[in-house]
């Protein structure tokens, strides 16, 4: 089965401070990752994809098949980055083709 | 483009009821699929339908079906209504059922 874990529920920080987003995932085979965020009153939307390699905002994740993450990461957070962050697999090569989303960490960035 | 479009926006229902949900996924799009969002919960994954036939199907109980249409819509439909089917329900569409999926902005299902 395929989990998607974000460990944090709430993560807030400051203006201009480094911000990392954990998530762990769990798949017996080659999982594709991504990043949706979804900021207040809009619609869920993606924010970027391990293949693709790109960084999107700032934002950067790299997928460590050893540890099995894909932390978002960005050196210096600003005030729109606050929104609700999710991290989602979908399996590649078979099965359902469904993204399993993690819970969401919800990101405050405070002036 | 007028995005991923999904009505109803909100709706209530009663314990028992059926219940229809409708998409229409962006233009060429031939993809759809659809997510639960308990509060508080991450999307969850219910179906997925491509070229009008089904190509994955979540954990979720027969209550729950959907179709897709020639015009590449698609309807979900949920039987015998549960206290716990309350949810935003989430369509999104791809070209080809691959990464590239576009949420709507969901329809708020309350069962009471």
């Known amino acids: 089965a395929q989990r998607v874990t974000q460990p944090e529920k709430l993560l807030s920080v400051f203006k201009g401070a480094p911000v990392e987003l954990k998530c762990n995932y769990s798949?017996?085979?080659?999982?594709?990752l991504f990043w949706y965020v979804q900021y207040s009153r809009q619609r869920l939307q993606l924010l970027l994809r391990h293949i693709s390699r790109e960084s999107i905002k700032g934002f950067t994740a790299d997928l460590n098949k050893g540890e099995t993450s894909f932390h978002l990461k960005k050196p210096f957070a600003q005030e729109e980055d606050s929104a609700m962050y999710y991290c989602a697999l979908r399996g590649l090569g078979g099965g359902a083709d469904g993204l399993t989303f993690g819970k969401g960490t919800h990101l405050i960035i405070q002036p | 483009d007028a995005g991923v479009t999904q009505s109803p926006t909100h709706l209530i229902k009663t314990r028992g009821q059926h219940v229809t949900l409708r998409c229409s996924p962006i233009?060429?799009?031939?993809?759809v699929s659809w997510y639960q969002q308990v509060l508080g919960q991450g999307p969850q994954f219910i179906f997925q339908y491509y070229e009008k036939e089904e190509r994955g199907r979540g954990n979720f109980p027969d209550r729950f079906s959907a179709r897709q249409f020639p015009n590449y819509s698609s309807e979900l439909n949920v039987n015998a209504l549960l206290l716990g089917d309350s949810a935003l329900y989430l369509c999104a569409s791809s070209q080809q059922g691959d990464y590239g999926y576009t949420f709507g902005s969901g329809t708020r299902l309350t069962v009471v």
């Open positions: 798949y017996s085979g080659s999982p594709e």
């Open positions: 233009s060429g799009h031939k993809s």
